[in-house]
Nanobody
Framework: QVQLVESGGGLVQAGGSLRLSCAAS????????MGWYRQAPGKQREPVAV???????DYADSVKGRFTISRDNAKNTVYLQMISLKPEDTAVYYC?????????WGQGTQVTVSS
């Protein structure tokens, strides 16, 4: 079983920055993907950024140029650096880590961007 612990959310003014972290622990044999998703009130959960083992990264169009996903494979940790935050980035952010036959979700961390 894999456990994820997220940190780094909070309240920030528009234009500000935050860095989210997600550390995976437990029975991890190999990781295929580490990513971040978000869910705003009344909306469905949506992908924000993913890092696929091998080096490829993908971003939602709405965050391209502002968010950067990175990972420390030795620590089984994924980060999301967010700059130039906008009120529409307000959401609960969840990390997701997947192997070939398993998937784990973090508990979510609130990001609130005030205008």
């Amino acid at each position: 079983q894999v456990q994820l612990v997220e940190s780094g959310g909070g309240l920030v003014q528009a234009g500000g920055s935050l860095r989210l972290s997600c550390a995976a622990s437990g029975s991890i044999f190999s990781i295929d993907l580490m990513g971040w998703y978000r869910q705003a009130p009344g909306k469905q959960r949506e992908p924000v950024a993913v890092s696929i083992s091998g080096g490829r990264t993908d971003y939602a169009d709405s965050v391209k140029g502002r968010f950067t996903i990175s990972r420390d494979n030795a620590k089984n940790t994924v980060y999301l650096q967010m700059i130039s935050l906008k009120p529409e980035d307000t959401a609960v952010y969840y990390c997701n880590v997947r192997g070939s036959s398993w998937s784990a979700w973090g508990q979510g961390t609130q990001v609130t961007v005030s205008s």
